[in-house]
C-alpha cells in the first residue's frame, strides 16, 4: 500500500464530514435535553415515546409507506413487462420507448410535481390520491426499468431457448427461468424504488390532500413550528429502516452475483 | 415477440410516461411560447425582473460551486478507498451511500442544528468566549453550499470510486516504478483515467443542485430562494401559474442542457482514447 499522507488526511476528513451530523442526531435524541445541545445531559427516551404521540407524524408514516408500497410493487410490475418488450424486440422505437420510460429522473421533481398538479388535478380533475399515486409511479419507473433491463440483457438467452426446445411452453419458461434469475434485479428495483418513493417530496408537496400528508413533508413542517429533538428521534428510526434496506439490498445483490457465477 | 404482445407490455408504462408526463409537461410549456401568437415575451420578462434574475443566478452559482467543492473533495477521498481492500471498500462505501438513502429532511435537520442561531457551532464558539453574538450561519448561501455538497458527495464519490477500481494497480505500479512521486501519478494518471467518471458524476451534482427542493428550503430560507423554492412559491401560494411554467420550462433546459453539454464533452474525451490507443 502506498502512502498519501495528504489523500488520506483528506478522505478521513471527509468521512468525518459525512458521519458527524448523523452521528450528532443520533446522540441528540437519547438527550434529555429540550433542544438540540451538547454537552449531553442526560439519557431519556421521551423523544422517541413523543413521536407515537404525534398524530400528525404516526399517520403520515402510514400514508408514506402504504404510498411507497403499492407504487414500488405496481412499478415492479408494469416494469417489469415493458422491459422485457424492449429487450426482446430491440430497436429504434424500443429505444425512444426506454428514455421516455426514464425520463421521470431526469425532470426536476418539482416540475413533475407541478405539471402533474396543473394537468392530473387542476385541468383533468382527477382525485388527489389519484394524482399522488400516479406521480409516485412516475418517481419509481426509471428505477424498475432501469434495473430489470440491465439484468435481461445480461441474462443468457440460452437459457429460456434450451428449456423451450425441451419442450416447455413459453409461459412457463419465463416462470420456471426467467423470473428466478431476475429476482435480484427484482428485489434492488424494489427496494430502491420504495426508498425513492418514501423519500420523495417535491412530488407529493403538490399532490397531498388534507389527511393525506406524506412523512417528509410532515417532518418539514415539524421542523418550522417545533425545534425540539423529536425529529431527531424519527430520523434514528429511520435510518434503521435504511440501514435493514441496505443490509436486504447487499444480501440480494451477494446471492444474485453468487447466482450468475454458478449459472457460468 | 409479436407486435400486439408489445404493444400490451409497453402499454401501462406508456400511458403512464405519456399520459401523466409528457401531455402534462407540453400542456404546461407550450403555452408558454404563445402570447398569442409565438414569442419569446414571456422568457424576456422571466429574465427582465432582478428578482427573478438573482435567483437564476444564485441557482447557477451556488450548484457550480456545490459541483467543484464535490468533485475537489471527492477526487482524493474516492482515490484514498479505491486503494482499500476489497471488502474495507465495499464497507467504506456503504457508509458513505447511506447519507443518501435517508431522507433529505434528516440530512437538512441535521444541517439546521449544527449551523442555526442556537446550534452547535454556536454554542461552541459562544461557551469558549470567542464571539459575543451568535454568527448567523443558517439561512445564508453558504449554508446551502454546504448541505448540497453533503446531500451529493455521496454520488460523487461512489462514481468515482468505481472508475478508479477499474484503473488496475498495474498502472500505479508502472507509474511508481518509472519515478512518478504518489502526488504526480495522481493528477498526471489517476484524475485523467477517471476523467469520463468525473464527467458524470458532475452532472448528476450539478442538476441535482439546481433541482434540489428540501434542502434550499430549510437551508436558505425565503432569503437565499433556488429555483425549485421560486416555482413553488410561485405555483402554490401565488398562484401565478404563467410564471410558474416559464420557471418549469427553464429548470428542465437547464438540467438537460448542461447533461447533453457534458455528454458531448465526455464523448470527446472518449475519441480522444481512442485516437491514443
Given amino acids: ?264 | 415477440m409479436k407486435l400486439q404482445h408489445y404493444v400490451l407490455a409497453v402499454g401501462p408504462s406508456l400511458l403512464l410516461a405519456g399520459v401523466c408526463l409528457l401531455i402534462p409537461l407540453l400542456a404546461t410549456i407550450i403555452p408558454t411560447f404563445f402570447t398569442p401568437s409565438f414569442s419569446l415575451s414571456s422568457y424576456i420578462d422571466f429574465f427582465s425582473d432582478s428578482f427573478f434574475r438573482t435567483i437564476f443566478y444564485r441557482s447557477l452559482r451556488l450548484s457550480l460551486l456545490t459541483t467543484l467543492i464535490t468533485i475537489i473533495i471527492g477526487l482524493p477521498t474516492s482515490y484514498y478507498i479505491s486503494l482499500r481492500k476489497e471488502k474495507t471498500r465495499r464497507l467504506l462505501l456503504s457508509l458513505i451511500m447511506f447519507p443518501l438513502l435517508t431522507n433529505a429532511v434528516v440530512r437538512g435537520f441535521a444541517w439546521i442544528s449544527i449551523l442555526g442561531r442556537n446550534g452547535i457551532i454556536n454554542q461552541f464558539f459562544l461557551s469558549l468566549g470567542i464571539i459575543d453574538e451568535p454568527l448567523k450561519l443558517l439561512y445564508t448561501d453558504f449554508a446551502i453550499v454546504i448541505g448540497s455538497v453533503y446531500l451529493f458527495l455521496p454520488v460523487m464519490i461512489s462514481t468515482l470510486t468505481s472508475v478508479m477500481v477499474g484503473i488496475g494497480e498495474e498502472v500505479l505500479e508502472a507509474s511508481y516504478s518509472l519515478g512518478c512521486s504518489p502526488s504526480k501519478t495522481f493528477f498526471k494518471i489517476i484524475i485523467p483515467l477517471s476523467f469520463s467518471g468525473l464527467l458524470i458524476a458532475s452532472v448528476l451534482v450539478f442538476s441535482g443542485t439546481i433541482s434540489a427542493y428540501t434542502t434550499p428550503t430549510l437551508l436558505g430560507g425565503n432569503q437565499n430562494m433556488m429555483l425549485a423554492s421560486l416555482l413553488y412559491q410561485q405555483s402554490n401560494t401565488l398562484s401565478n401559474w404563467s410564471t410558474s411554467a416559464v420557471i418549469a420550462f427553464i429548470m428542465i433546459v437547464v438540467s438537460m442542457g448542461v447533461m447533453k453539454l457534458f455528454n458531448l464533452l465526455a464523448g470527446k474525451v472518449d475519441r480522444r482514447g481512442e485516437k491514443d490507443v
Fill in chain 1, 1 to 264: 500500500m502506498y502512502k498519501h499522507r495528504f489523500v488520506t488526511l483528506i478522505a478521513i476528513l471527509t468521512l468525518l464530514f459525512i458521519f458527524l451530523p448523523l452521528v450528532l442526531i443520533i446522540v441528540t435524541s437519547f438527550n434529555s435535553a429540550n433542544t438540540i445541545s451538547l454537552p449531553l445531559q442526560g439519557f431519556s427516551l421521551q423523544w422517541f415515546t413523543k413521536v407515537f404521540k404525534s398524530r400528525a407524524l404516526v399517520q403520515s408514516f402510514k400514508n408514506s409507506f402504504l404510498l411507497a408500497f403499492t407504487a414500488s410493487l405496481v412499478g415492479i410490475v408494469i416494469g417489469l413487462v415493458a422491459s422485457l418488450a424492449l429487450v426482446k424486440r430491440p430497436g429504434r422505437l424500443s429505444k425512444a420507448l426506454l428514455s421516455l420510460f426514464l425520463s421521470p429522473s431526469l425532470i426536476p421533481g418539482i416540475v413533475i410535481g407541478y405539471v402533474l398538479f396543473l394537468f392530473l388535478v387542476v385541468k383533468v380533475q382527477l382525485p388527489l390520491r389519484t394524482a399522488l399515486i400516479l406521480g409516485h409511479l412516475l418517481v419509481v419507473l426509471p428505477y424498475c426499468v432501469r434495473i430489470i433491463t440491465a439484468s435481461l440483457k445480461e441474462l443468457d438467452e440460452s437459457l429460456e431457448e434450451a428449456a423451450r426446445t425441451l419442450g416447455c411452453p413459453p409461459v412457463k419458461a419465463f416462470v420456471v427461468i426467467v423470473l428466478p434469475n431476475l429476482k435480484p434485479a427484482m428485489t434492488s428495483a424494489f427496494m430502491l424504488s420504495f426508498i425513492n418513493s418514501f423519500n420523495n417530496i417535491p412530488v407529493s408537496m403538490y399532490l397531498k390532500g388534507p389527511g393525506m400528508n406524506t412523512l417528509p413533508y410532515a417532518m418539514m413542517n415539524h421542523i418550522e413550528y417545533n425545534y425540539d429533538p423529536t425529529v431527531s428521534a424519527l430520523s434514528v428510526m429511520l435510518m434503521g429502516m435504511t440501514l435493514l434496506f441496505m443490509v436486504l439490498l447487499d444480501r440480494s445483490m451477494t446471492r444474485g452475483q453468487a447466482k450468475g457465477v454458478k449459472g457460468e
